[in-house]
């Protein structure tokens, strides 16, 4: 880990007043800053947003004006969770989540400059993208957090339709907080590695 990275690091640590990372949250930061895929399962409620957050800011890149991290939630709550997450960490970069309920002229208002990290429900990004004409070639990083539950709240057809077109995403991160998960193959994960702590 390069000094940089290790400062970034500790800084926002000390922004939530955590000491260090647990052993899950230090074992999914090594293997997402590897540019694996990677299956984190974990309880709720043990971290696995800072776990996938993390490695991820110091690979956005400042100069660049479109999204380059996309993340998909089962639910306005997730979105919302995350998003204040990401705003907590203070890192510079803008964050938006879009979610049902939502007014959609917020979310053209919103993402008229576009973030740096996207967040939101299947449903809501698909219409977003279909209306806003919003560019996809940056996204290098998708991450579908509670993705099993986001598939049992009939997602998977708008699931698919974001995943085939985002065309250069080199990294897959998927989340559960339950061991029996089947991965469909329209996720198109390539050797991911596993990180199970469910049990």
Same mark, same amino acid.
């Given at each position: 880990?390069?000094?940089?990275?290790?400062?970034?690091?500790?800084?926002?640590?000390?922004?939530?007043?955590?000491?260090?990372?647990? %052993?899950?949250?230090?074992?999914? +930061?090594?293997? &997402?800053?590897?540019?694996?895929?990677?299956?984190?399962?974990?309880?709720?409620?043990? !971290?696995?947003?800072?776990?996938?957050?993390?490695?991820?800011?110091?690979?956005? =890149?400042? =100069?660049?004006?479109?999204?380059?991290?996309?993340?998909? *939630?089962?639910?306005?709550?997730?979105?919302?969770?995350?998003?204040?997450?990401?705003?907590?960490?203070?890192? !510079?970069?803008? *964050?938006?989540?879009? +979610?049902?309920?939502?007014?959609?002229?917020?979310?053209?208002? =919103?993402?008229?400059?576009? %973030?740096?990290?996207?967040?939101?429900? %299947?449903?809501? *990004?698909?219409?977003?993208?279909?209306?806003?004409? &919003?560019?996809?070639?940056?996204?290098?990083?998708?991450?579908?957090?509670?993705?099993?539950?986001?598939?049992?709240?009939?997602?998977?057809?708008?699931?698919?339709?974001? &995943?085939?077109?985002?065309?250069? *995403?080199?990294?897959?991160?998927?989340?559960?907080?339950?061991?029996?998960?089947? &991965? %469909?193959?329209?996720?198109?994960?390539?050797?991911?590695?596993?990180?199970? +702590?469910? =049990?």
């Amino acid at each position: 880990m390069s000094e940089n990275i290790i400062n970034t690091t500790e800084s926002i640590l000390n922004k939530f007043e955590i000491d260090a990372l647990n %052993p899950m949250q230090e074992k999914a +930061y090594k293997a &997402i800053q590897s540019k694996s895929d990677v299956v984190l399962l974990s309880p709720t409620g043990t !971290g696995k947003t800072l776990a996938f957050l993390l490695p991820l800011i110091d690979r956005l =890149d400042r =100069d660049c004006e479109e999204i380059q991290v996309l993340i998909l *939630v089962p639910s306005r709550e997730l979105a919302q969770q995350i998003e204040q997450v990401a705003l907590n960490m203070g890192t !510079g970069f803008k *964050v938006n989540s879009v +979610y049902g309920g939502r007014a959609g002229v917020q979310d053209k208002i =919103d993402l008229r400059h576009r %973030p740096a990290i996207l967040i939101g429900t %299947p449903g809501r *990004v698909a219409d977003r993208i279909r209306r806003d004409g &919003i560019s996809l070639e940056h996204i290098n990083t998708l991450i579908l957090d509670e993705f099993d539950k986001s598939l049992e709240t009939g997602f998977e057809k708008e699931m698919t339709e974001i &995943i085939e077109a985002l065309p250069n *995403v080199q990294q897959r991160i998927l989340t559960s907080a339950t061991r029996q998960i089947h &991965i %469909p193959k329209f996720i198109r994960l390539q050797q991911p590695i596993h990180i199970n +702590y469910a =049990d």
